[in-house]
């Protein structure tokens, strides 16, 4: 006969069973000689009891505890169970007061995963600020509801909102000060005339730096930009070799006014076009950052910069691009879904300085008490407006929860929605924004953007006849609108003989990291891609962008466009634009417009029939008329 306890499953979460009373059973009476029906034995011992054997421990907890210890899929057993090296299981019998967890292994193994499932179920103590595991829970909670005026109790949100706040604050006031001021101006840099700072910014993509809140005051005055390397970090001399090894010869120009503004310890809001330096911008500050802090760094409790990134590709690219960089033995970790979690908790709990992360791993890792967000004193979100597009902004604000509020934040975003103002108002404190060119959306100007008005079931012939004609030296991405789309042109050019690579959400993360590998390094020139792809992948050789599909937001058409032209080489894209793509055809033309592209007289057409629909349509509403419903019936 088999014991129960083979039987159960890990992590398996089950409804409450209907009794106050707590299971322990004997394998001599597991089953009745008569019946053969299952007869668990009862105990009617309802403390906290343990009850050892050999290598194997059963303790007790209160039922209403039980998800502490399971987590949001069994993501919390299962990080215990690998930090513990034990074997966690949760009774597959669950009393309404208490539950069984039963813990096998070695005996250190089984003491460190007692002592953390006993952390995990303690009671907070709202009153007095500490932890008791055996106060009983409506103790400390009454003195947060009132009656209201018809003598109903209801929760004082006011008193529970206060005392919130005061814990927050006591949390803040333990922790060591952060150090953010490392600006020495260089005299060259301070002596520019307002007159020579106006015609440089111009020059350098009309560049437009403003406080964001223009109304707050007794601020500093916005800082000059630095026009070398040498004015930026004079005093760093190891960050200027590390900058001298990648062979750039000057600022680009969001670096040249972002620096000054970051090292000064300003928080920043740097919105410029994809492939304009904006990583190097944050990321040298950010290692200074690191290194100029009080606390030394083996002694602080937690990495101290945190980057978030939109995509696993762009979370990828900017780590690839920190670990260029050498300055004071500084480690960073790159985590995100769709590979090894327990690798990557491993990494961390060794000892990171920096995190670069995508929002759902990143609340993951907060959620199960890997990371701890307070500890981050340097935050970057970069790609706002991706984040946003892609739904991020209820995980960004659930991770960012306990962030304390005098870090440094830094902000990158190519364009300058309502969504991006409303991250700045919570996390930022009196930002300074700089723009590279206008606030309208708009292409680099490196790229010859090409316009082809096609009917659908002709696409796919004007590829073949792009990719036969295609030069030796040629790299190309191929965007699709939909993943099915991606696959099946993907395998029409392999049937046909043609070397190529996808890339897209259905793919394993090792297959779309081999395959950005692969462009990069010259296996394959053409890549099959979704908008997985439109930001945050630097192929600095890529010669070509065709659009198959037109993309859903025009955001998306100038991130797109903005994979080639990049570190101020030419590149051209291709877009088939079909009737069903009307609906863009007005902001795709003022996109050309400003670079001074070619503008097909069939898509001025399209936008002026969408534009004459929607007017139409408008008043057909106004007048109470369905859009759809002419005269025909209509009595006299």
Not at 126 to 141: A, E, Q
Not at 174 to 185: A, C
Not at 380 to 385: G, T
Not at 504 to 533: C, F, K, P, Y
Request: charged share 25%.
């Amino acid at each position: 006969m088999a014991n129960l306890e083979d039987e159960w499953q890990e992590n398996e979460i089950l409804p409450i069973v209907p009794t106050t009373l707590t299971k322990t059973f004997h394998k001599k009476s597991y089953l009745s000689n008569e019946s053969q029906e299952r007869r668990p034995v009862y105990s009617r011992n309802i403390n906290n009891q343990c009850h050892s054997h050999a290598n194997k421990k059963v303790i007790t907890i209160s039922s209403e505890k039980v998800g502490r210890v399971i987590g949001k899929g069994g993501s919390k057993i299962r990080d215990l169970m690998f930090e513990s090296k034990a074997n966690i299981k949760v009774s597959r019998e669950r009393g309404v007061l208490e539950t069984e967890i039963i813990i096998t292994g070695t005996d250190q193994a089984i003491a460190k995963a007692q002592e953390m499932i006993e952390k995990l179920t303690e009671n907070y103590n709202l009153n007095t600020g500490t932890i008791n595991s055996n106060t009983n829970r409506d103790s400390h909670t009454n003195n947060y509801f009132k009656l209201n005026s018809e003598g109903v109790q209801v929760i004082d949100w006011e008193k529970l909102n206060a005392s919130h706040d005061q814990a927050q604050k006591e949390k803040w006031d333990n922790l060591p000060p952060i150090v953010k001021d490392f600006y020495k101006e260089d005299t060259k840099v301070s002596n520019m005339s307002n007159d020579e700072v106006a015609y440089w910014r111009h020059k350098n993509f009309d560049i437009r730096v403003k406080r964001t809140f223009e109304n707050v005051s007794n601020l500093r005055p916005i800082p000059n930009p630095v026009l070398t390397f040498e004015q930026a970090f004079q005093n760093y001399p190891e960050i200027l070799n590390e900058i001298y090894k990648q062979g750039f010869k000057n600022p680009s120009p969001i670096q040249s006014q972002a620096w000054p503004v970051l090292l000064r310890g300003d928080d920043l809001i740097g919105i410029a076009q994809t492939g304009t330096g904006k990583t190097l911008a944050y990321l040298l500050p950010a290692l200074i950052h690191i290194d100029g802090q009080i606390i030394p760094r083996e002694e602080r409790k937690g990495p101290s910069v945190l980057i978030l990134a939109p995509t696993r590709e762009l979370a990828i690219q900017i780590h690839k691009e920190v670990s260029k960089y050498h300055y004071k033995n500084i480690k960073s970790v790159c985590v995100y879904g769709g590979t090894d979690r327990k690798q990557q908790i491993e990494v961390v709990s060794k000892g990171v300085d920096i995190v670069i992360a995508t929002p759902g791993r990143l609340n993951d890792l907060v959620s199960a008490d890997h990371l701890s967000i307070i500890n981050f004193s340097y935050i970057v979100l970069d790609e706002a407006d991706r984040m946003l597009d892609m739904g991020f902004e209820p995980q960004i604000r659930k991770s960012l929860f306990d962030v304390r509020p005098d870090r440094q934040t830094v902000m990158t975003s190519a364009t300058w929605p309502l969504g991006v103002r409303r991250l700045v108002e919570s996390y930022m404190k009196d930002p300074i924004q700089v723009n590279v060119g206008s606030l309208d959306l708009a292409a680099v100007h490196t790229v010859t953007q090409k316009i082809l008005m096609v009917e659908e079931d002709e696409k796919e012939n004007i590829l073949m006849s792009f990719i036969n004609n295609m030069e030796p030296t040629d790299k190309v991405i191929v965007f699709c609108g939909k993943k099915a789309t991606a696959t099946h042109v993907t395998t029409e050019l392999c049937l046909k003989g043609i070397l190529c690579q996808s890339l897209h959400g259905d793919r394993d993360q090792s297959d779309r990291e081999a395959a950005l590998e692969e462009m990069v390094d010259g296996s394959v020139n053409i890549l099959v891609a979704t908008d997985v792809a439109s930001r945050g992948i630097d192929i600095q050789d890529l010669t070509h962008v065709i659009n198959f599909d037109f993309p859903r937001h025009i955001e998306d058409y100038v991130h797109r466009v903005g994979r080639t032209g990049r570190a101020g080489k030419q590149g051209v894209s291709i877009t088939f634009v079909t009737r069903q793509d009307w609906s863009h055809a007005g902001d795709l033309i003022k996109i050309l417009t400003e670079a001074d592209q070619e503008v097909p007289c069939e898509l001025e057409i399209m936008a002026r029939k969408f534009e004459a629909m929607k007017l139409r349509k408008a008043q057909e509403e106004r007048g109470g008329r369905h859009p759809f419903r002419g005269t025909f019936g209509r009595r006299n």
